[in-house]
């Protein structure tokens, strides 16, 4: 199994020197750094996270304030993914997540699982992604546009990123599992309160997604205390934050040589119960 072409949708065969090429003749180079350049167009967006903000990701997780989520989101796949089966992390950012998801799948499997694809919107992110994940199969790819077979992949996780649920209900087979993890209510609200005059509670899905039902709901809350001013940076960076606060906030976030806050996450296994997209059987 490998990645389809983005622009006819049939499988990819890795050529000489590199280049994955379609039975109709497109062609895809590998990057020096060792991931594909799927991206067509302006398919929910052109470019992702920028550099600064990937870098700023990788280098907050690599403290393990987040690890008690990646434990969790590597035994959920560990125990919902059958051997054997092929899975997709959609949106990777960094490959924090799927290094965790993938040390438990060889911890299982006994070797190198060789399923196992990624993507992000980012060059940086799959840049980083595929240096972090060698055995990885990476691309730069959107999640309203993934390059993969219908029905192909046991698995998909979604740590943090676009939900498109169609094109996840698209890859998945019959039965295979969604494993998404987004913030609960209080996640990050100590910051926001800093940042912000009207600080709000997020609001946590409510139904599946069309096509899916809800198998299991787990929710993961703890206090932190983050010591420095780039660390406390580093975390703003990686977060939707860093779009959409003025100038007020940014002077506040620069003097933060310190923070305690909550992080809360939820992470839902949803599982594919429709053969086409919200269409029961």
Same mark, same amino acid.
């Given at each position: 199994m490998d990645f389809v072409c983005p622009k006819?949708?049939?499988? %990819?065969?890795?050529?000489?020197?590199?280049?994955?090429?379609?039975?109709?003749?497109?062609?895809?180079?590998?990057?020096?750094?060792?991931?594909?350049?799927?991206?067509?167009?302006? $398919?929910?967006?052109?470019?992702?996270?920028?550099?600064?903000?990937?870098?700023?990701?990788?280098?907050?997780? $690599?403290?393990?304030?987040?690890?008690?989520?990646?434990?969790?989101?590597? !035994?959920?796949?560990?125990?919902?993914?059958? $051997?054997? !089966?092929?899975?997709?992390?959609?949106?990777?950012?960094?490959?924090?997540?799927?290094?965790?998801?993938?040390?438990?799948?060889v911890e299982r499997e006994g070797a190198s699982p060789i399923d196992i694809f990624a993507f992000d919107i980012s060059k940086d992110a799959a840049r980083l992604t595929s240096r972090r994940c060698p055995s990885v199969n990476v691309c730069v790819a959107s999640s309203y546009n993934m390059p993969l077979a219908d029905s192909s992949v046991g698995a998909v996780i979604n740590i943090f990123s676009p939900l498109a649920s169609e094109e996840t209900h698209r890859v998945l087979r019959?039965?295979?599992?969604?494993?998404?993890?987004?913030? *609960?209510?209080?996640? %990050?609200? *100590?910051?926001?309160?800093?940042?912000y005059r009207n600080a709000y509670e997020n609001?946590? !899905? $409510?139904?599946?997604?069309?096509?899916f039902r809800l198998v299991e709901r787990v929710r993961i809350g703890y206090d932190i205390h983050v010591v420095g001013r780039e660390n406390t940076e580093s975390l703003f960076l990686m977060t939707p934050y860093a779009y959409r606060t003025g100038e007020r906030g940014r002077k506040i976030l620069s003097e933060l040589t310190e923070l305690d806050t909550r992080v809360e996450f939820i992470v839902d296994v949803y599982e594919k119960i429709t053969e086409n997209h919200g269409k029961e059987i």
């Open positions: 006819c949708r049939k499988e %990819l065969t890795l050529c000489e020197g590199g280049v994955k090429r379609c039975p109709e003749g497109h062609s895809y180079d590998r990057a020096r750094a060792g991931y594909y350049n799927l991206l067509l167009g302006s $398919s929910g967006g052109t470019h992702g996270d920028n550099r600064q903000m990937v870098e700023a990701r990788a280098r907050f997780l $690599s403290l393990g304030f987040y690890e008690p989520l990646a434990d969790r989101v590597a !035994e959920l796949v560990y125990r919902y993914l059958p $051997s054997g !089966e092929a899975l997709l992390d959609a949106g990777c950012g960094e490959g924090y997540y799927t290094e965790r998801v993938y040390r438990a799948l019959q039965g295979g599992k969604f494993i998404v993890a987004y913030p *609960d209510r209080r996640h %990050l609200f *100590d910051l926001k309160e800093k940042l609001e946590p !899905e $409510s139904e599946p997604p069309p096509g």
